[in-house]
């Protein structure tokens, strides 16, 4: 697998790989579903993560978009003030009060459990677009992310939303730390942190 850093031009491909990939999770699919069931408003949702992600250089894929891996760098928003608003507008536009209530719980669950005190690398998404999942490609990617974060002396944290993945990121050296309840059912997320070059 041929992997690099995403440039703008890849926005647009990137976000088609996550809002396919994560148009089953447990945490989010329920998180943005309309109740007519609509679903055009998931892309350009996850499309603003993409962009505000894109400009740090810690944006990698596979270069034909297979899989993809959105990291931020220590300190870094997942959106600028204006993208934040953006997604306020877009979730105000779709879900009816009830449901962009429990949006924004589940926001505010996620920024809290997230570890302030020690610099890392956070990985907001990682996916493969379903056409290719089961070729272990997503591994590999987030392996070769982790090499370079180690070489910089920086460990990783992330929120695994769906369990079917947790032991793959326990075999790339994350422990699990925490949970995150879901607000509209029973589903949980589970927080991870990784250490410089894995367990010790």
Known sequence: ?????????DIDAVTDTITLAFSDDPIWSVALARSDGGTGHARPF?????????????????????????WLPPGAKDLTDEQEAEVDELMAANLEPARLQAFHDLWDRFDTAHPRTTPHMYLSLLATHPDFRGRGIGQQLLAENLAA????????????????????????????????????????????????????
């Not at 499309?47 to 899989?67: I, K, N, P, Q």
């Open 1 to 9: 697998m041929e992997s690099r850093v995403a440039l703008p031009s």
């Open 46 to 70: 996850w499309r603003l993560f993409v962009e505000g992600a894109v400009g740090y250089s810690t944006v990698f894929m596979a270069d034909d978009a297979s899989t993809v891996a959105v």
């Open 149 to 200: 974060f180690d070489a910089e002396g920086l460990p990783a944290y992330l929120e695994s939303t769906n369990p079917a993945n947790d032991h793959r990121y326990q075999r790339a050296g994350f422990r699990p730390v925490g949970r995150i309840n879901a607000v509209l059912d029973d589903a949980t997320a589970t927080t991870m942190w990784r250490e410089v070059g894995g367990p010790t």
